[in-house]
């Protein structure tokens, strides 16, 4: 039986949510019996009290947690019983234990481990002269000692005698767990990551240049340059220090002060400096305990915290990125144009029917010397024409600025068609994938790119989850988080966007079926598979006839599957088959058709939705049901939109401070956002140049997909750096001894300043001369483009261009 009752549980994950016990429990029920998060959300409301899936989430991972802590609660229990030491004092102490870190400290005296000084001095003996000096300080210690001096015993002399009793005092004062406890969130406030350069690696290193002398906060260090610090010290390039104890203005400590820990452990144990024989021995005995043991462990303990929350902070980035991509507005059925662009290679061409097939391929070579333009214009212009091509998708590899510019020459050709510049994050994944070869049997690898990048631009949520969602790249540092973690986040974003969506069972392929909730693999297989051998199905029943596809699942997966077209019309809604009477009862008390009351705005509003409510049926579905009516189906992704990419502007090089620009943004960090120009390489719109507002999200402002317009601040070529703002008022560095780069040399490019403690008088406080009062005001938010505005409270200065200037490049930050 559990040490920690449900309830228990359910009581402290509502309290962390700020919801009923009552509405925790029965999402664990539900979850433990099988359901999934999206259907909870969506279809078990009433059970929940309306719990979202973003809490639904949260109380998922939570609950992982503390079933974990108890698992490990009951081993740690059993182990100290078996060693016949736990009372009801620890008992107690071990159950209150919140989270691992403080049970661990409770158990760490009562771990089996091998012999240790202490032990070895205690079975010599020597406890009780430790208790002596401790207590009575006024004792001389080379006279206490001597009484204990026994060569049987292995005391050759005085000092093996006083040297096993401090051995014993350490390990006191390392274990105990309260003491250790505070000491660690001291030092977790208080201390400073501190960086600095290996010795003869300043020009191998030099990507890792902004943390060659560097110092911040513990608690303010974001996760991105973290994990940067984290891989420099990994590849041998940085040193890494914990400065647990920093002194004000990076004053040294004097020397022989004992440290604010070491006095700490002193008061605990009533041990101080009052002239007494035993005073000194004591001290250095605390000394030893906060330098060799305690600190150490202090230590470690941090490093794995900020690593911890850096990873956890990465992840969160990785999935909110990644939602927003696959939540990214689909242009629709519309036959389109491929191109997957290289150089030497040619670019590969592919054509797809509004139902995604791949119809055609080619390979053309329109950067391949004279001639090959016009010859390749040809054929793509003869695709367009066969099939009716309305959309062309570009990738945005190498050579996309190129092949852009003959996709323009295309459109001028053909009016309405649209082109379009779509990220091929992962194409090359799915194209040496073992589904893409059996979805493209016969079709060269180089060529699945090209269907890939069609498809994607006709609906990115379906062809993306083709491809591991860790291959998708909008992450930062993703190969060094932990890939367990990583993998089950983004699997839940995954999931979580596709149910919301919905699926159309007659067209889906099977790794979006298998998305769907309570499909499997396997189940997914099966449904194709049916569909192949009886054609498209006409009704949600009809899903009861596929092998292995249960009551269970079917009760999990009906609400998120669309059949289109019909015997049922709510079969192409989502509303679940098991609230079909309450659609029923509404038509009858509307005295008309289901078939027209769905959509029927003015019918619906009419109704009273409490007319409807039974003892299956709450208000909470009833409410659900009635909007779904309204508006059958709906996809709740945003409008398809294309931004234009300026002519002339195709490389770094093209750029110039002050131009006005229309780009689209491609990933979001907690420092900014990337926008793509069509130049190559992303530019960088600081956290600070996204608002007027102060913006502590820059998801509150933009999100990837989102088609901007920006103004050029500062242009590096050498170093591939492009300084954007969505201020478009604001002026273009230049004045006040600015660098070439927009940069004074003072501020680093994420804020921080080097060999100095970052805190909020110092992050964005430094101009670079770009402004009288060394702000940059941009254009009130009513006249500014929705794209630009923050959401958040005002009132934080603006970051110097400096640190636009000197931000790091999106291949330096999101390496894949």
Known sequence: MPLLTLPSVSRRIADELAVGEHQVSAAVALLDGGATVPFVARYRKEATGGLDDAQLRTLDERLRYLRELDARRTAVLASIEEQGRLDDALRASIMAAETKSRLEDIYLPFKPRRRTKAQIAREAGLEPLADLLLAEPGRDPE????????????????????????SILVERFTEDADLVGELRERAWKAGDLVARVVAGQETAGEKFSDYFDHRERLTRAPSHRILAMLRGEKEGVLLLDLDLDPQPDGARPVRGEPSSYERSIAARFRIQAAGRPGDVWLAETVRLAWRGRVGTRVDIDLRLRLRERAEKDAIGVFAANLRDLLLAAPAGPRATLGLDPGYRTGVKVAVVDS?????????????????RWDQSLATLSALVTKYSVELVAIGNGTASRETDTLAGQLVG???????????????????????????????????????????????????????????????????????????????????????????????????????VSGLSTSLAESIV??????????????????????????????????????????DASAVHPESYPVARAMAAKARCGLGELIGSTETLRGLQPVDFVDERHGLPTVLDVLAELE??????????????????????????????????????????????VGVHQDGLVHVSALSDRFVSDPREVVKPGDVVTVKVLTVDVRRGRIGLTLRLEDPVPGAGGADADGSTGKTRGDGTTRGTRTDKSAEGARSTGAAEDGRRRGRPEKDRPAQGRGRGSSGRPPAPEGAMAEALRRAGLSPS
């Open 413 to 515: 050709r053909h009016p309405g068609l649209t082109k379009v510049v779509v990220s091929e994050a992962g194409a090359s994944v799915y194209s040496a994938s073992a589904y893409a070869s059996a979805e493209l049997p016969g079709m060269d690898v180089s060529l699945r790119g090209a269907v890939s990048i069609a498809r994607r631009l006709q609906d990115p949520l379906a062809e993306l989850v083709k491809i591991d969602a860790r291959s998708i790249g909008v992450g930062q540092y993703q190969h060094d988080l932990p890939q367990g973690d990583l993998s089950r986040s983004l699997d839940a974003v995954v999931e979580d966007a596709v149910n919301g969506v919905g699926v159309d069972v007659n067209t889906a392929s099977v790794p979006l079926l298998t998305r």
């Open 355 to 371: 139902t995604g097939k791949a119809v055609d391929t080619a390979v053309v070579y329109p950067h391949q010397g004279s001639g």
């Open 631 to 676: 508006k059958p189906g709906r996809d709740p992704r945003p409008t398809f939109a294309t931004a234009r990419f300026a002519d002339g502007v195709e490389k770094v090089a093209d750029l110039v401070p002050g131009m006005v620009l229309e780009g689209v943004v491609t990933n979001c960090a907690a420092f900014g956002a990337f926008v793509d």
């Open 143 to 166: 006279t206490e000692a001597g009484a204990y001096v026994d060569a049987d015993r292995g005391v050759a002399d005085t000092q093996v005698a006083l040297d096993g009793a401090r």
């Open 529 to 570: 598979a049916h569909r192949d051998a009886h054609g498209a199905f006409t009704s949600r029943r009809a899903l009861k006839a596929v092998p292995r596809l249960g009551p269970k699942a079917f009760e999990q997966a009906a609400g998120f599957l669309r059949v289109r077209g019909g015997d049922e019309p709510l």
